[in-house]
């Protein structure tokens, strides 16, 4: 993780990735407000949570760029741009991006506190945020949710294991 995504009160600013989408573009595709969608194209996939923003022209989005995959999982905004560059600059073609969006059904959620960061394989969607003594995690799965509270309880009983 780099120096800023270990920095507590750098991560206040934007808790988890997200899209903003104007009303219109959302309706035509079927997003709700905080609902997490697949935005996704040719080159790969990247899940966002939507905030629907008269700010935003119609077919047009945006997502912050700096989420990786240390910091949210399946959440790499990098991921969908085009390899076209600036034949003078280098830059990435970051503003001419075709995409397509997909509401991402999830039967369960939590957020979940550890004090040290932790890997969780089996959920469909996280984000780890630092928090001033750990980690904050907003987490969606398709698993049931008993199933859901299961891992999680595992994932406390692995680190107080390797803790002994």
Known sequence: MTRT????????????????IHPQTAKEYG?????????????GKCLVRAQISLEMMPKQ???????NESTAKQSKPCSLIIPNSDEFSGQPEFKHTPV???????????????????????????????IEKGYLYRIESKLAPYELSQVLKSKLSEKADSEL
């Open 61 to 67: 989005l945006f997502i912050p760029i700096h989420w």
């Open 5 to 20: 995504g270990l920095s507590a009160r750098l991560s206040e600013h934007q808790a988890e990735p997200f899209v903003l």
């Open 100 to 130: 397509t969006l997909e509401p991402v059904k999830h039967q369960s959620s939590a957020l979940f506190f550890t004090r040290i960061p932790i890997e969780l394989p089996e959920c469909d969607y996280w984000a780890r945020q630092k």
């Open 31 to 43: 997003v709700e407000s905080n609902q997490i969608i697949a935005v996704s194209n040719q080159q």
